[in-house]
């Protein structure tokens, strides 16, 4: 099973940018979802940005359209997620998943957590105002 580690977290002023990166052991392009995750204490997991393939979509939370980006290196095994114009509100632990198989499940679904979710151990974030 492919295994993921997540990285680039850290404390940024409110305004500022971060880049996550997502290792996977595996090969990411033989993926139908992957995506980016985040949690804060006391909620739940919220897809925060996925991808999906064939056809090629992508899904991005209304709190973060036009701020964040979400990007594969097929060539490197790494997601990543460009986050910009970052605000406290964005604080929490960014998760990266990959689908584990059987149902495909297209990206806002995948975001939605319908179908298999591999996880990383995940990256704090904090955004300070």
């Known amino acids: 099973e492919v295994q993921l580690v997540e990285s680039g977290g850290g404390v940024v002023q409110a305004g500022g940018s971060l880049r996550l990166s997502c290792a996977a052991s595996?090969?990411?392009?033989?993926?139908?979802?992957i995506g980016w995750f985040r949690q804060v204490p006391g909620k739940e997991r919220e897809g925060v940005s996925c991808?999906?393939?064939?056809?090629?979509?992508?899904y991005y939370a209304n709190s973060v359209k036009g701020r964040f980006t979400i990007s594969s290196d097929n060539a490197k095994n790494i997601v990543y997620l460009e986050m910009n114009n970052l605000k406290p509100e964005d604080t929490g632990v960014y998760f990266c998943?990959?689908?584990?198989?059987?149902?495909?499940?297209?990206?806002?679904?995948?975001?939605?957590?319908?179908?298999?979710?591999?996880w990383g151990q995940g990256t704090q974030v904090t955004v300070s105002s």
């Open positions: 991808m999906s393939k064939d056809p090629s979509l992508t």
């Open positions: 595996g090969f990411i392009e033989e993926k139908y979802s």
């Open positions: 998943s990959v689908d584990g198989g059987g149902v495909k499940v297209i990206a806002d679904f995948f975001c939605s957590n319908y179908g298999t979710h591999i």
